[in-house]
């Protein structure tokens, strides 16, 4: 889990870097058909299967929400700081429950509620305004895929269940994952930035680099997750490694960007961390302390 979180958080640092060379909509496409064509490509070196019927389902979804999380996180790069949006981003397991709720009648816990109206709180201190109630849209963006990217864990989890092999799975789900995204790119247009990137391929050499590193670092990702999922009991199991991510990202954020933050913004940050953490840990930290005081008793 720790090999995907690093992949992980590499890839949002190079999505930073190719969201100014390229549209969102193209962006997001070749994002899903690269790495769909390497998996594929490792899966039909040894056997190409259709994925079974049992696990359609759950990889229709999963693209589904793939697709509209990196639509959503890459609109919030265009904007704002890469810590900033991958914040956003990993408030993911936080609506873990909600969907589990909204889907499979599972009732939220208490330190869930809280630490969603700590991440409000936290998304509005991060608009840097704090005068009056004013949430940025790229924030709105950032928290939606968050969102996309809880509906993509909940699905992984019950897809990594299955006998498919992780690469054919994720290569399967990135295959669908690029189809979705192509109405997008026929209302959208291809603009001239991205006829001049797809028709003059040698002088736009550099970012076709870029973009092959960044598929590579999205299979090791997804490969080194689904191998996680698939020996975790649970998804709370590992859900709270996601955040090392966020360790990753503060690295890449010092190093590559001069970027500051008013303290407002910190303390946004801060908050919706800990309310991450504390839905994550909160009822194994209160369980562990019943426990040691039943036992003293």
């Not at 797809?198 to 997804?222: D, H, R």
Request: charged share 10%.
């Amino acid at each position: 889990m720790l090999t995907s979180t690093f992949s992980l958080s590499l890839t949002g640092l190079f999505a930073k870097q190719l969201t100014g060379t390229m549209s969102v909509g193209l962006l997001s496409f070749l994002r899903f058909l690269i790495p769909a064509v390497l998996l594929l490509a490792i899966v039909w070196a040894s056997k190409l299967t259709l994925p079974p019927r049992s696990l359609l389902k759950p990889i229709i979804i999963r693209a589904l929400c793939i697709a509209g999380c990196q639509i959503c996180f890459l609109i919030s790069l265009e904007t704002l700081s890469l810590v900033e949006s991958v914040v956003l981003f990993a408030t993911g397991p936080l609506f873990i429950p909600v969907l589990e709720k909204l889907f499979f009648k599972v009732d939220i816990q208490a330190e869930t509620k809280f630490g969603l109206a700590a991440t409000f709180i936290g998304v509005m201190l991060l608009a840097g305004d704090v005068s009056g109630i004013q949430v940025k849209p790229e924030l709105l963006w950032g928290l939606a895929a968050g969102m996309l990217n809880a509906g993509s864990q909940v699905s992984l989890f019950r897809a990594s269940k299955g006998d498919m092999k992780p690469a054919a799975l994720n290569g399967w789900t990135f295959l669908f994952a690029a189809l979705s995204i192509l109405p997008l790119l026929s209302v959208q247009g291809i603009s001239e930035l991205d006829w001049l990137f797809l028709t003059q391929p040698v002088e736009q050499a550099w970012i076709w680099v870029w973009l092959v590193v960044f598929s590579v670092l999205i299979v090791f990702n997804q490969i080194f997750r689904s191998m996680a999922y698939k020996l975790a009991e649970s998804n709370s199991q590992v859900a709270p490694l996601i955040f090392t991510n966020l360790l990753f990202t503060a690295v890449w954020q010092m190093l590559f960007f001069d970027e500051s933050f008013s303290n407002y913004q910190v303390m946004g940050i801060a908050l919706i961390i800990t309310a991450s953490l504390m839905n994550s840990f909160a009822a194994k930290l209160i369980k562990l302390v019943f426990h040691s005081k039943a036992q003293s008793i």
